[in-house]
């Protein structure tokens, strides 16, 4: 049981590069989100999916995509990448309904130079 | 905006000491989650607190809420060098996306 997997660990893109931050779940859940942390703001939402099918913009969802491909998976794509995204991006998953916890995957690293 | 918000920003204690940490909100809630983050790794859930319940407990956690002040706190007794940590408020405002203050970054000395 692996929880929740993302890939890759590490990403440095030069401005203007696209690339996709993969996101996986194998608890059965149906709410996944997106997350982006800097260092003192704590993690803000970009994007969630509260069940397959459908996605909704989080606090700060400009400069980035997401598609949610089937209940386990759910990507994180920047199409044209700029410093300002440069971050750490933590996926995470929980159950149906109001009292469930959230649970993370180890994150991804992003370098944009 | 953020909706939580910790203080203190950072807490250095000796071991055995407790820990104690807060955090404020804005908005009603339907619940408030604490989650504890080791240096480069992902958040792990500590603990629930509803918003009709007042206070909660853990092992070495307590969580109270009071939800007339809109606020929370965390308590981690007999702390040890394990515990050192960034740790976390998020509020469930009913909706289904959490959002998440800035933390609180613990430092327990041996």
């Known amino acids: 049981n692996a929880g929740v997997t993302q890939t890759p660990k590490f990403q440095v893109l030069k401005t203007g590069q696209s690339m996709t931050l993969q996101c996986a779940q194998d608890?059965?859940?149906?709410?996944m989100y997106w997350y982006r942390q800097d260092p003192g703001m704590g993690l803000r939402l970009i994007y969630y999916?509260?069940?397959?099918?459908?996605?909704d913009k989080g606090e700060v969802p400009n400069g980035y995509n997401v598609s949610r491909l089937n209940k386990r998976e759910f990507s994180l794509r920047l199409e044209s990448a700029a410093p300002s995204q440069t971050s750490v991006y933590f996926c995470?998953?929980?159950?149906?309904?109001?009292?469930?916890?959230?649970?993370f995957g180890p994150g991804t690293r992003l370098t944009v130079l | 905006s953020q909706q939580g918000e910790e203080d203190p920003q950072a807490l250095s204690i000796q071991e055995g000491e407790n820990a104690t940490m807060n955090c404020s909100y804005k908005t009603s809630i339907n619940n408030l989650q604490w989650y504890r983050q080791n240096s480069g790794r992902g958040l792990v859930h500590l603990i629930l607190?509803?918003?009709?319940?007042r206070e909660k407990h853990s092992g070495r956690l307590r969580v109270t809420l009071d939800t007339s002040k809109k606020s929370s706190s965390l308590l981690i007794t007999a702390s040890r060098a394990a515990d050192t940590a960034s740790y976390f408020c998020a509020t469930d405002n009913y909706g289904q996306n959490f959002v998440f203050g800035p933390g609180t970054r613990l430092s327990v000395l041996p």
């Open positions: 995470a998953s929980s159950g149906a309904g109001g009292y469930n916890e959230q649970f």
């Open positions: 607190i509803r918003s009709n319940e």
């Open positions: 608890m059965n859940h149906n709410s």
């Open positions: 999916s509260a069940s397959e099918g459908t996605t």
